[in-house]
Nanobody, 122 residues
Framework: QVQLVESGGGLVQTGGSLTLSCAAS????????MGWFRQAPGKEREFVAA????????HYADSVKGRFTISRDNAKNTVYLQMNSLKAEDTAVYYC???????????????WGQGTLVTVSS
């Protein structure tokens, strides 16, 4: 069973930056893709970004493309989300999630951490 611990959230002003981290354990981290999702108050959870097992290929939601960067360090069993030029609409709880395989196109396991809250003030 995979365990996920997200961190790095906080309060930031519009235009600011944050880097989220997700530490994973319980499975061979380097063998599977990783994704980030978010859930804003009163809204459904939505996809943000994903990367393959090696970090060589990534995919982003249109709403964050050019502002967010997903990366991973397989030696540390950690995936990151660098968020720049933050907007009020980025306010949400952010979750990482493991892929079913090394490729995010194959979907994700239904394993969720506690999430980390990002609040962007205008």
């Amino acid at each position: 069973q995979v365990q996920l611990v997200e961190s790095g959230g906080g309060l930031v002003q519009t235009g600011g930056s944050l880097t989220l981290s997700c530490a994973a354990s319980g499975r061979t981290f380097s063998s599977y893709a990783m994704g980030w999702f978010r859930q804003a108050p009163g809204k459904e959870r939505e996809f943000v970004a994903a990367t393959t097992w090696s970090g060589g290929t990534s995919h982003y939601a249109d709403s964050v493309k050019g502002r967010f960067t997903i990366s991973r360090d397989n030696a540390k069993n950690t995936v990151y989300l660098q968020m720049n030029s933050l907007k009020a609409e980025d306010t949400a709880v952010y979750y990482c999630i493991p892929g079913k395989t090394g490729w995010y196109v194959d979907g994700y396991l239904e394993v969720w951490g506690q999430g980390t809250l990002v609040t962007v003030s205008s």
